[in-house]
Structure formats: C-alpha cells, structure tokens
C-alpha cells in the first residue's frame, strides 16, 4: 500500500498515543488539519492495507494499585492449545495470553497467561482458582512474579529520509 504524506503524519502522531478526550480521533485530525470523519476513514483504510493491524492499550497496572504481577506459564499439549488458549484469554483475571513453541527439555511450556494483583497472595489466589474454574489445574503451570518494572510504549516510526 502506498502511503501518502498525510497518512504518514496520522501514523506519526498515533504514536504518541490517543489523547485522553471525549472524541479522541476528532483531537487527532485536528493535530494534522484532518477531519473526525478522515481520521477514521484513513485508519479503516490503513487497517484493510495491512499497514495497522490493531491499536493497542498501554495499562499502568501499578499506578492503580495493582503491585504483582505474574506471568503464567502453562504445559498445554499442542493438540489443547488452542481451545485452552482461548478459555483463558477471554477469563477476566488474564491481561495477555499468547503461545509460544516450547523449547523441551528446560522449557516446556506453550501458553502464557499474565495475570495482575494487589499483592502477591491475591495473584496466587486467583490464579489457583482460574486453574479450578476452567479445568485447567492439571496442566503444569508455574507463576513468574515480575521484580522489576520497565517503561512501556507503543511502536515509534519513523520517516525514511528520500535519496537525495
């Protein structure tokens, strides 16, 4: 797909995030000089091209209170993956949930679960009682508690420069 300049320009400005508004891609296009209607028009567009494939959210889970958090680490059998898979990431106690091929014989497992929480207990708990609710506890899992936190952001691009 081709991209115009000022699909570049709603590109670059969407990296930064959408802004905190009522009417968030109106904010946008006037950023650009585009219109609500353009804006999104553009993003349609830019998504059936292949260029956007999703918008993604960014959740400060510690500034809300929220102090653990542990990534889950399930040995799924491939043949379980997906319906397993599918279970778990639509439970609401799960932020992100994805497979990845194990690496056996030290790393076993498939399907990653994150799951967040006030405490450590709290993510414990609720991990032990997702495992029961969705019948999954036979399933070897173990929860990796994160020790440090690293600054999130979206995508950054930038405008490649014309041969001159």
């Given amino acids: 797909m081709e991209l115009s300049d000022r699909d570049l320009d709603l590109v670059s400005v969407l990296c930064d995030g959408l802004p905190l508004a009522p009417r968030p891609f109106q904010a946008v296009g006037v950023a650009i000089g585009m219109g609500e209607d353009e804006v999104l028009g553009r993003l349609q567009a830019l998504q059936q091209g292949g260029v956007i494939r999703r918008f993604g959210v960014i959740v400060r889970h510690h500034e809300l209170g929220y102090r653990a958090n542990a990534m889950v680490?399930?040995?799924?059998?491939?043949?379980?993956?997906?319906?397993?898979?599918?279970?778990?990431?639509?439970?609401?106690?799960?932020?992100?949930?994805?497979?990845?091929?194990?690496?056996?014989?030290?790393?076993?497992?498939?399907?990653?679960?994150?799951?967040?929480?006030?405490?450590?207990?709290?993510?414990?708990?609720?991990?032990?009682?997702?495992?029961?609710?969705?019948?999954?506890?036979?399933?070897?899992?173990?929860?990796?508690?994160?020790?440090?936190?690293?600054?999130?952001?979206?995508?950054?691009?930038?405008?490649?420069?014309?041969?001159?």
């Avoid at 969705?134 to 041969?163: D, I, P, W």
């Fill in 73 to 164: 680490v399930w040995e799924v059998p491939a043949d379980a993956l997906s319906a397993v898979g599918r279970r778990l990431g639509a439970c609401p106690e799960v932020t992100l949930c994805y497979s990845r091929p194990p690496r056996p014989p030290a790393w076993p497992y498939s399907l990653f679960t994150m799951v967040h929480g006030k405490s450590r207990g709290t993510v414990e708990e609720a991990v032990a009682v997702l495992a029961e609710r969705e019948g999954v506890a036979h399933y070897r899992h173990e929860l990796l508690f994160s020790t440090r936190r690293f600054k999130q952001c979206g995508a950054r691009y930038q405008r490649r420069m014309a041969a001159e």
